[in-house]
């Protein structure tokens, strides 16, 4: 069987782990409804549209108190 002939270091070892770590942004759009951004493929929570339609009743600040 292989066996290492040197221990690697540390350093070596944690380059090595970084490359598969990475975090990348999420991708963001905004609503066609009412422009704010949102993740794709999910419910604005601005407005409540979905697909061009209402699918979450936003209560209105006029209304609330």
Excluded: W
């Excluded at 290492?4 to 070596?12: A, D, E, G, Q, V």
């Excluded at 942004?25 to 697909?51: M, Q, T």
Aim: proline share 8%; net charge positive; glycine share 10%.
């Amino acid at each position: 069987m292989a066996v290492p002939k040197r221990r690697t270091s540390r350093t070596k070892r944690d380059m090595r782990r970084a490359n598969h770590d990475k975090v990348s942004a999420p991708g963001i759009v905004r609503c066609p409804n009412c422009g704010e951004v949102k993740l794709p493929h999910r419910v604005c929570g601005a407005c409540g549209f979905y697909d061009g339609q209402q699918v979450v009743a936003k209560a209105t600040p006029a209304a609330e108190g």
